[in-house]
């Protein structure tokens, strides 16, 4: 591994090269990258970096994200394969149907999208801002897209608008159990439950707290206890451990793994960054629309 490390510090050097990474991929790429964090955080790093090529470690729709904030840059994926089923799990016409059904009408976008779906919408919004940009927005009506769970939870903080929900999610978060959460409870009655908002709502309600990867990061190490119980993607255990080598955590599930977020290993970074593969290209005309719901949460979030 220790080779396959250097070449990738010589390889970042020779082509002026910086690797964002998610807390979702495996524990060695998050090891190597100059950048770890949630979707956005990169967001925003990948506007500020001074390098020619970004390597994104994710899936695609955070590579066409970053190649959108950034076209003059070189964006790179490890694995071209690495998808978000979520991303593609909301509909142009259907999105059309609802803008001429509601006056005074905001189409919201989680990050997690494609960028067909930006395209169509008015601003996006990560785990992170979205209860704050939400709350910001001036229209009543609100169709959040694409993640239902998500939208419901956001929905429930802000009851002074009208939500208008989407069939899609992340098949991580929905299907942790609330068999699976109780059962935790019991074996580690010291432990905190801590968990994502993508999550359903039966869930959240056994929480002690809700929030996005990095805030869930931040929470259990600023917080007083020892033990916790964490529902999202298990890649998130390694920056809590790293964090926090005195505390105990434990998965919500026995598996909660993104086999897309999985896909990306060393040598695949490696090699993009040799032979300057699987390059992100996005349309003049994509690029322009899918970048204004995308800034206008940069300035809304602010």
């Known amino acids: 591994?220790?080779?396959?490390?250097?070449?990738?510090?010589?390889?970042?050097?020779?082509?002026?090269?910086?690797?964002?990474?998610?807390?979702?991929?495996?524990?060695?790429?998050?090891?190597?990258?100059?950048?770890?964090?949630?979707?956005?955080?990169?967001?925003?790093?990948?506007?500020?970096?001074?390098?020619?090529?970004?390597?994104?470690?994710?899936?695609?729709?955070?590579?066409?994200?970053?190649?959108?904030?950034?076209?003059?840059?070189?964006?790179?994926?490890?694995?071209?394969?690495?998808?978000?089923?979520?991303?593609?799990?909301?509909?142009?016409?259907?999105?059309?149907?609802?803008?001429?059904?509601?006056?005074?009408?905001?189409?919201?976008?989680y990050i997690n999208s494609t960028s067909e779906l930006k395209m169509h919408s008015d601003i996006c919004v990560t785990s992170s801002n979205a209860m704050k940009i939400v709350e910001r927005l001036p229209q009543k009506n609100i169709f959040f897209i694409p993640d239902e769970n998500l939208g419901r939870y956001i929905a429930s903080k802000v009851p002074e608008k009208n939500f208008i929900f989407n069939d899609g999610f992340c098949h991580v978060h929905s299907e942790l159990r609330l068999d699976e959460v109780k059962r935790g409870l019991e074996a580690h009655p010291e432990a905190k439950f801590v968990v994502h908002p993508e999550c359903k709502m039966e869930v959240l309600e056994l929480a002690d707290f809700i929030g996005s990867t990095a805030e869930l990061i931040d929470f259990v190490t600023e917080d007083d206890s020892k033990e916790f119980i964490v529902g999202t993607e298990m890649g998130v255990l390694y920056e809590m451990k790293q964090k926090n080598p005195n505390k105990k955590f434990y998965s919500a599930a026995a598996v909660q793994i993104c086999p897309n977020m999985k896909k990306i290993s060393l040598e695949k970074i490696a090699d993009c960054l040799a032979n300057e593969t699987n390059q992100v290209e996005v349309s003049a005309e994509k690029r322009e629309q899918a970048s204004k719901p995308l800034n206008a949460m940069l300035e809304l979030a602010k």
């Not at 690797?19 to 998050?30: K, S």
């Not at 470690?57 to 089923?85: H, R, Y």
């Not at 259907?94 to 509601?102: C, D, G, H, P, T």
Request: glycine letters at 2%.
């Open 1 to 109: 591994m220790r080779e396959i490390i250097e070449r990738i510090e010589e390889l970042k050097k020779e082509k002026n090269a910086v690797i964002l990474a998610h807390y979702y991929v495996r524990d060695e790429v998050q090891e190597i990258a100059d950048y770890v964090g949630d979707s956005f955080y990169l967001s925003k790093v990948a506007t500020k970096v001074d390098a020619d090529i970004i390597v994104f470690c994710g899936v695609s729709f955070m590579g066409e994200s970053a190649k959108i904030l950034n076209p003059d840059k070189m964006v790179l994926m490890p694995d071209s394969t690495a998808d978000c089923p979520m991303a593609h799990m909301a509909d142009v016409d259907k999105i059309e149907a609802v803008r001429s059904q509601y006056d005074d009408l905001a189409v919201v976008c």
